[in-house]
């Protein structure tokens, strides 16, 4: 008999099994990330030309493992936490099968320690791409399939409880947009799942000298479908994240469900062909796969990121106006709540993923461009927008939403959680633009010493490249900072913050059950499908209904334009090409 | 239609099929699957696999 | 009335669009078709391409052809390694290999004439990365890429190795020199 609690706060229904599942990897996600965050610091402090703190070799092994941990454990783990959230108790079902999800956590676990096991060891500094020939030690691979296996098990218990919740008419209607985007999510990490079994398992096999060889180039292609598209289950993810907090902090509902769930539709069809924007200066692959992959077919999914950008602050700023903040433009937006971390997180997160993540990332996509960029710093700058500014930040919003919901503990230092996205986001932008300005230097990514120290062949960047990377630095110590913030705050709102139920004592925060007394065995009333006249109110044909919007929608399209013809007229500078 | 809120089982024949389509996750997924694996790995392995070697 | 809860109707693909959500995909889409085609324009207009002419090759047949243009073409050699350095001329194939840690051999090229350069690597990936133009190509071992190269301007040009090669990685450079 599936047991439920609900919420007394949000009347969110917590599934007994789902709930601590939920906490489980959330948990899980949280420690990766403040292990990725204190290897970020030592990566920081040696890129950081003045400061150059660490040896080639420790340098490279911690490389290795800050992108290991924060580019796929941190990230796939809080991903299935939020699956079990948006299946489960936005669905108000029962988690499908949860010894499989268990299963899954503990393979999750074991495969993490495993690979990180293998990096610390010191024989596995190969980066997260581990590109071959160059040679790890067999349990980095193992360690990454096992995590793998228990990952693809999470994304099949959620669509396990999508059919439950389904079959047992949970909700009704159609699922909530929240849910649709994390079943965009699940899909897209099918993909990236199956392509990492299918590239990592042979390597491993090479690595115990049971296969003799592992092509290069066919290893670069189906590598990314993992690498690449790993990263486009945060973009579906956390863009539903921006929806969910959209909803809880201003009662936003969806612009146009069909317009939202359309650009969903656009990321299922062509979000994960963009695992084409790092193959653009192989050998071997044609120009017609390259624009065809490279564009996501004629950028559609870019149209989707762009529709995204107008609808979520759009029912923002619709919501905001219903509540009478209609003064000029941008009332509604200078009326939100800034000192509320959920949100300040989120649409900090919106915005840096759009203005910098997005815009880079398109320009360095571009088939051509992709000359100038290619494995420069140009390249971490980009993501440390999308993967950081975007997702982690979206991540990190949800955390303090969930605290006092899924963990019944009260935040601690409230006053240090106002400013801490902004301390973060500061940190995170100079990391962002200034590797991004010392990439079009030509400085190197993943390289130990810019200065070239002893080379007898002798080079030196321009002057400016060193300023660029010291103000990175400084950056980069920022958002460290900003990092250890949240994790504090999180880490001892679970541990001290006050219990806002009495079961919710210290075990509990780390997964483990609420007493019995806390859940019922009844079943949750069925979800009831969004009041309707909601919707009619703002169908005004003649005038817009979120005009702030549209001007920021507009601001990020004159932005895009413009940097995109400076990078081609850059390209155009240099030696012919052909 | 937006002005009626009826749960009604004829309601449910006129959802336009791409409606269909998105509430099935199951055919979204052999979609999201299929899509890059044809046009992104298969494409681009037999691209790969089919470079002449060189000719000297 | 949120995102969270199902759609208020049944039937939401048939709820009409807002004027401004219909006026924004129209824009954004113009703008996404615009940025597909600069790049086949790039192709036939633009001067900075990336052609598909490559071939699977192995180390010791590339070697072979690396040494056979150097013994062609020496000019001289460079640094206490004794670096050969190759002036090829006008128009010629030019072979230049990656390998652990060192880009062989030097070049010598002149301004303005097109060469075709061949790249390869016969251990790791390698990174061509050459500064202070900015050029970045993938050098992926077993697969000869072929580069149709015109230097514009004269000048000392050093290959940095931008894709991670071990533990010297960042010791790996190599010369190329431009003569008016």
Redesign the interface.
């Known amino acids: 008999m599936a047991q439920f609690r609900q919420c007394p706060d949000t009347g969110l229904f917590f599934h007994k099994e789902a709930e601590n599942l939920m906490k489980a990897n959330a948990v899980a996600g949280v420690v990766c990330l403040l292990i990725a965050g204190i290897l970020a610091l030592l990566v920081v402090l040696t890129r950081w030309p003045a400061v150059h703190l660490l040896p080639a070799d420790t340098f490279y092994m911690v490389l290795t493992a800050h992108g290991v941990c924060a580019l796929i454990f941190w990230v796939i783990f809080f991903e299935i936490a939020i699956l079990y959230f948006a299946g489960s108790t936005l669905l108000r079902s029962r988690l499908a099968t949860p010894r499989w999800a268990w299963a899954g956590f503990v393979l999750m676990i074991v495969g993490a320690v495993m690979t990180m096991a293998a990096i610390f060891a010191g024989k596995s500094s190969v980066m997260m791409t581990s590109y071959v020939p160059m040679r790890a030690e067999p349990h980095f691979y193992l360690g990454l399939v096992i995590f793998a296996v228990g990952a693809l098990i999470g994304c099949f218990v959620y669509l396990g409880t999508l059919v439950v919740a389904k079959n047992e008419k949970t909700y009704e209607g159609s699922v909530p947009l929240v849910t649709f985007g994390a079943t965009v999510a699940c899909i897209i990490a099918i993909f990236t799942i199956a392509s990492g079994a299918e590239i990592l398992i042979p390597t491993y096999l090479w690595s115990i000298g049971y296969i003799s060889h592992i092509d290069p180039a066919m290893y670069r292609l189906i590598w990314w479908a993992l690498g690449h598209s790993s990263q486009q289950i945060n973009v579906s993810a956390h863009v539903a994240v921006w929806y969910l907090i959209a909803g809880v902090i201003f009662g936003a509902r969806p612009m146009s469900e069909k317009v939202s769930r359309a650009a969903y539709l656009l990321y299922i069809f062509f979000l994960q062909l963009a695992s084409a924007h790092h193959l653009l200066t192989d050998p071997g692959l044609s120009v017609e796969w390259k624009l065809f992959n490279t564009s996501y077919a004629m950028y559609l999914a870019v149209l989707a990121s762009m529709i995204h950008g107008l609808t979520v602050p759009g029912a923002i700023e619709v919501a905001q106006r219903k509540k009478g903040l209609t003064n000029g433009a941008f009332e509604w937006l200078r009326k939100a709540p800034w000192d509320n971390p959920v949100f300040s997180s989120m649409f900090i997160s919106l915005v840096g993923f759009g203005f910098l993540g997005g815009i880079s990332g398109v320009v360095m996509g571009t088939e051509q461009i992709s000359i100038i960029i290619h494995n420069t710093i140009y390249v971490p700058g980009h993501f440390h927008a999308t993967v950081v500014i975007g997702t982690t930040m979206a991540w990190m919003g949800l955390t303090y939403l969930l605290i006092p919901v899924l963990f019944r503990r009260k935040m601690i230092m409230p006053q240090a959680a106002k400013l801490q996205p902004y301390v973060f986001a500061l940190g995170m932008s100079l990391v962002a633009i200034f590797h991004m300005a010392a990439g079009t230097l030509g400085v190197a990514r993943r390289h130990w010493d810019m200065g070239f120290a002893g080379n007898p062949l002798g080079f030196e960047y321009p002057a400016t490249a060193y300023l660029l990377m010291g103000i990175a630095g400084v950056g980069g110590v920022i958002a460290v900072v900003g990092g250890a913030m949240f994790i504090v705050i999180a880490v001892g709102s679970l541990v001290f913050g006050e219990k806002l139920q009495k079961e919710a004592g210290l075990l509990q925060s780390f997964g483990f059950p609420l007493a019995d007394s806390a859940y019922t065995d009844e079943k949750p009333a069925r979800l009831p499908m969004a009041p309707s006249e909601a919707v009619e109110a703002h169908h005004d044909e003649s005038s817009f209904e979120a005009p702030g919007t549209f001007i920021l929608a507009m601001v990020l399209l004159v932005s895009f334009v413009i940097y995109y013809f400076i990078n081609w007229k850059y390209l155009s500078e240099v030696w012919g090409l052909s | 239609m937006a002005d009626e809120n009826n749960t009604d089982e004829r309601e449910e024949e006129k959802i336009s099929p791409w409606q269909q389509m998105i509430d099935n996750p199951f055919l979204l997924l052999f979609i999201g699957v299929a899509m890059p694996t044809v046009f992104y790995t298969l494409w681009g392995v037999m691209e790969i696999a089919s470079l002449p070697v060189a000719p000297y | 009335?949120?995102?969270?809860?199902?759609?208020?109707?049944?039937?939401?693909?048939?709820?009409?669009?807002?004027?401004?959500?219909i006026i924004?995909?129209a824009?954004?889409?113009v703008?996404?078709?615009i940025?597909?085609f600069?790049?086949?324009l790039?192709?036939v207009y633009?001067?900075?391409?990336?052609?598909?002419e490559?071939?699977?090759?192995t180390p010791a047949?590339?070697q072979a052809?690396v040494n056979e243009m150097i013994e062609k073409y020496k000019v001289r050699e460079?640094?206490?390694?004794k670096i050969p350095v190759v002036a090829p001329p006008d128009g010629a194939d030019v072979y230049l290999l990656a390998r652990l840690w060192q880009w062989y051999p030097m070049l010598e090229l002149k301004k303005d004439v097109?060469y075709r350069l061949h790249?390869n690597s016969i251990?790791?990936?390698h990174?061509f990365?050459?500064?202070?133009?900015?050029?970045?190509?993938?050098v992926?071992?077993?697969?000869?890429?072929v580069?149709?190269?015109?230097?514009?301007k004269a000048g000392e040009y050093?290959i940095?190795?931008?894709?991670?090669?071990?533990?010297?990685?960042?010791?790996m450079?190599?010369?190329i020199w431009v003569k008016e």
């Open positions: 009335m949120t995102s969270f809860l199902p759609p208020a109707q049944k039937n939401w693909w048939a709820v009409p669009v807002g004027r401004q959500e924004w995909i824009i954004a889409l703008w996404c078709l940025m597909f600069m790049m086949p790039w192709h633009g001067n900075q391409n990336i052609a598909n490559a071939y699977k090759v047949k590339y052809k460079e640094t206490a390694m097109t790249l251990d790791w990936n990174g990365s050459l500064q202070p133009v900015n050029i970045n190509i993938q992926v071992p077993g697969y000869e890429m580069l149709n190269i015109t230097p514009n050093t940095v190795c931008n894709e991670y090669c071990g533990i010297m990685h960042h010791s450079l190599g010369k």
